[in-house]
């Protein structure tokens, strides 16, 4: 998406760096739990589980709110129609989820998680200074902050919950090292495929190494923790060394050479039912798949992320937004079923994770040529077992925009970390995110 970005992940991919609602008028009242089209679900099991998990999944370009969640009732449903006379989606092509609201059905899978009371959904979530650059809102997003600077937010909450020279695969990320992931003292790992991370971490374009334990040696006693070195650069460059060794005996040794077969077809697979998912390259499938199989593994980690790309659809938009959602949601549905079938030591894969989704910001209300300018507001979502669905936030009023014909957000993008960090992962919100932001009730 940028060289920076891709400079970023191409430095990661060698290794490890560690250190340390409805649409009329105002929308429906948050917390509505509204999961029309299905039977009324199970409760859920007790909040935060012992060892609970998080997985994130990133939508990079800006991710569409009006096509994903469509305005198919009330006021909003007009000012819809007349902004995107070419792009609308036509409200036969979504399942209706109460509040004037039109799931897209190109959202694979999603309907059915959504009917199961799976899916808490956060329309018009954004953040009270919104810019329309990439990098700076991808980089706001990260750090859990409404001005530039400083580390990410799951690496502030690293530094406070990873234990001092250990837990070194805790966090894992699957596509490079994100911001969000960057604390003061410790970061996570980036592992992209169970072969890559395996010692040495790189090899030379004359081939691999044929013995390399006399180098896995060498770099163990040079890394080794034994004195204490004078310079702080050293002695961070040694922390990091240490942890990384770590990390790779550990995840060599958990992992194993034997690969898991998922318990269900993932897009992309041979068995998929769905044949226009059946070829083609499926980032985020294979990551959400390799995810499934870390924790099959029994791999210490708490948070995974992730992430999937295309969603800048400045052009094409009718004919690539749907394909998009479409990887999405089945890659999802997917993953939520195949975790079912994994049982753990700390208990059922299902019942300790849980998956939120967000991307930097939506897109422009009013198409332009066949696509779509960088918006505000966008949508988050929130899957899992203990999830109390529903709408937990307004959906945004499309005939108050602002001066740029854009949407005002309705929620605050910390109030979602927040809940995620007091419910879920057992940690001070306050701390991490230097502030009070109200939970959301969906935990």
């Known amino acids: 998406m940028s060289n920076r970005r891709e400079f970023i992940k191409n430095m990661a991919a060698g290794g490890a760096v560690i250190t340390g609602l409805a649409c009329g008028g105002g929308g429906a009242k948050q917390g509505t739990g509204d999961t029309r089209g299905g ?94 650059s990439h990098f700076l809102a991808a980089d706001l997003w990260s750090q859990g902050s409404a001005v530039p600077g400083g580390t990410g937010w799951l690496g502030r909450y690293a530094d406070l919950a990873f234990l001092s020279g250990g837990d070194p695969l805790r966090g894992i990320s699957t596509d490079g090292l994100p911001l969000s992931v960057q604390g003061l003292d410790r970061n996570f790992v980036n592992i992209s495929t169970p072969d890559t991370y395996r010692f040495p971490a790189t090899r030379s374009e004359w081939g691999s190494v044929d013995d390399p334990a006399p180098l896995r040696v060498g770099f163990s006693d040079g890394f080794s923790m034994s004195g204490t070195p004078a310079s702080s650069g050293l002695k961070a460059a040694v922390e990091s060394g240490h942890l990384y060794d770590q990390a790779q005996a550990l995840f060599s040794s958990l992992i194993g050479t034997t690969r898991r077969a998922s ?64 990887e999405m949601g089945a890659s999802l549905n997917a993953f939520y079923a195949d975790l079912a079938s994994i049982s753990t030591a700390k208990g059922n894969a299902q019942d300790r994770v849980i998956i939120m989704g967000w991307s930097e910001f939506g897109r422009r209300v009013r198409e332009n040529n066949g696509g779509l300018d960088h918006g505000t507001a966008g949508l988050s979502y929130v899957i899992g077992k203990s999830v109390k669905g529903g709408l937990y936030s307004n959906y945004p009023d499309l005939a108050n925009l602002d001066d740029n014909g854009n949407l005002k957000f309705t929620t605050d993008f910390r109030n979602l970390y927040a809940t995620l960090l007091d419910k879920w992962m057992g940690v001070s919100s306050r701390t991490v995110l230097g502030g009070s932001y109200p939970n959301l009730g969906f935990l």
């Open 39 to 132: 039977p009324p679900p199970p409760p859920p099991p007790p909040t935060a589980p012992p060892a609970p998990i998080l997985v994130i999944v990133t939508a990079e370009g800006g991710m569409d709110l009006l096509d994903a969640l469509v305005p198919i009732g009330g006021a909003n449903a007009g000012a819809y129609q007349s902004h995107r006379p070419s792009l609308k989606v036509n409200p036969a092509n979504t399942t209706d989820i109460g509040s004037n609201l039109g799931l897209n059905k190109a959202f694979a899978g999603m309907a059915s998680l959504h009917q199961q009371g799976r899916v808490a959904w956060l329309p018009g979530i954004g953040m009270p200074n919104p810019t329309l």
């Open 263 to 326: 318990s269900v077809p993932y897009p992309g697979d041979a068995a998929y039912p769905d044949a226009t998912l059946r070829d083609g390259y499926y980032h985020l499938s294979s990551q959400l798949k390799f995810i499934a199989e870390m924790i099959a593994k029994d791999l210490p980690s708490q948070v995974f992320v992730s992430s999937t790309g295309g969603f800048d659809t400045h052009s094409n938009h009718a004919r690539d937004f749907p394909l998009l959602l479409n």
